[in-house]
C-alpha cells in the first residue's frame, strides 16, 4: 500500500473522513496536512478532532498556532503554522513538548516549520475536485500505511 486518493463531495463528507481517521489514530500520531487557502485542512481537523468526541467548538489556530485538545485520555493539538514567520518559532512554542507521549497532532501548512517538524505518520494533501475536493493520501510509515488501508476501503 502506498498513496491514496479520495474524492469527497461536499463538507460533509470531510467532517465524516475526520471522524474516520479519528478512529483510526485513536488519537495518536502526527498528520500533515496541506492545501491552499479554503481548501478544507480546517474542517478535516474539526471532523477528527469531534471524532474523538469533543463536543465544543473546533476554530482555527491561526492566530494562536495551536489549539490544544483535552479529550479523556486523549490529548490532540491543532497546529495553523500560516503565520509563522520563521520555522525556528516552532522552537519558542515548545514545539517538541506538543510531540512528546504520542499526542495527536494535526498540522496545517506543514512547510513553514520545515526543518523543525518531525516526519509525520501520514500527509494529506486536499485540492479542489470540480465540486468537491480530492485529498491525496501519502503514508509516511507503518502508522500511516494502516490508516490508509482502512480509509482506502470504506472511502472508495
Known sequence: MSEVTLYLANEDAMVALGTRLAEETRGHGILFLEGDLGAGKTTLSRGII?????????????FTLVEPYEIGDVRAFHFDL??????????????????????????????????????????????????????????????????????ALEFK
Open 50 to 62: 469531534r471524532g474523538l468526541g469533543h463536543a465544543g467548538s473546533v476554530k482555527s489556530p491561526t
Open 82 to 151: 500560516y503565520r509563522l514567520v520563521d520555522p525556528e518559532e516552532l522552537e519558542y512554542l515548545g514545539i517538541r513538548d506538543y510531540l512528546e507521549d504520542d499526542a495527536l497532532c494535526l498540522i496545517e501548512w506543514p512547510c513553514k516549520g520545515a526543518g523543525f517538524l518531525p516526519k509525520p505518520d501520514l500527509t494529506i494533501t486536499i485540492s479542489p475536485h470540480g465540486s468537491g475536493r480530492s485529498l491525496r493520501l501519502l503514508p509516511q510509515g507503518a502508522r500511516g500505511e494502516s490508516w490508509c488501508a482502512a480509509l
